[in-house]
């Protein structure tokens, strides 16, 4: 009896879970949608990343920023007992302001470009930051073919209520 109780719970909790992140995809899709634009998504130490993105509001937004970042996110991946586990941990984060707050109305389609660089792990100055010394640990981990870093570029409109955000997986050549 007692079993069967928490198995309902369980079941109660899992299916809240995805009833809760079906209505927040969908309150998201009702507010519009970001679309992300690159030419080419490889890059090497100190290039630039150059994109545009084009927001589309179906209902009025107050946002406080439209920001774009390059987000750097460490995986490790650790086998036990048959058992495979991943952990991720954001090491690097740039962001570029596109946009300060503004009250987006209905109906808004709008194209911003950007450029914004990637890090230059050769100059000094970038070796001697903290991000710096993060990612010199974050390589030393690498040699360990368990971890391996990840790359995207992230277009948001931070806004009050739900955000509008997409991303596009980039390679960066930083060894």
Known sequence: MLQNAVLIIIVLVVAGGIVATIAYHIVRFMRGSIKLSMPRTAFNPGDSIVGSFDLHTKKT???????????????TKTYEDGKTRTRSHEIYRDEFLVEGPNTYAAGTAARYNFEMPTPNTQSPEFMNSTIGQALTTAFRLLNDRSTHLKWKLEARLDAQGVDLATSQSISLNIR
């Open 61 to 75: 937004i107050q946002g406080n920023k439209l920001i774009v970042s390059l987000i750097g996110t460490q995986v």
